[in-house]
């Protein structure tokens, strides 16, 4: 079962065209309707500007699944999980599998220990900061 907080911090894209598409969908309704009466056909109806398109105001990041995950990446979602993401979040906002996740979070190899630890050190900077910062290393 999911947990109501997991699915609020979610992160979608945002899809506004800025329309109304009322008119559109009760057209649809009649549409069959049209077709057992045998009314000669007509075009769909378009859907009605309201609004200016919405545009999507955070960064993209879209890390994908890699062989191997350069310094900046590593320290980005060593940073998130201080910052008290859990792996799943980190996997969704990353676009990225959670066992690469989990992979890189049980810190292994001396090198991550350290990147770990100069992480846990330094001030931590912001969720938008970290996630700009990742952005710059995303394939998207």
């Known amino acids: 079962m999911s947990d109501t907080n997991n699915l609020i911090q979610e ?30 056909a007509t075009p769909p109806v378009k859907p009605v500007p ?42 969704r906002a990353l676009c990225m599998p959670e066992d690469s996740v989990n992979h890189l979070l049980k810190r292994g190899t001396p090198s991550r220990k350290s990147l770990f630890m100069k992480c846990a050190a330094a001030p931590l900077p912001t969720e938008s900061e970290i996630m700009r910062h990742l952005a710059a290393e995303s394939k998207a």
């Open 11 to 40: 992160v979608r894209p945002l899809k506004d065209d800025g329309c109304d598409y009322t008119a559109t969908i009760i057209d649809r309704w009649n549409c069959a309707a049209r077709a057992r009466s045998r009314v000669s």
């Open 50 to 91: 309201v609004t200016e398109a919405a545009k999507a105001s955070g960064v993209v990041v879209k890390i994908g699944n890699r062989i191997s995950y350069g310094k900046r990446v590593t320290m980005g979602i060593y940073q998130l999980h201080l910052s008290g993401k859990t792996d799943r979040e980190i996997a």
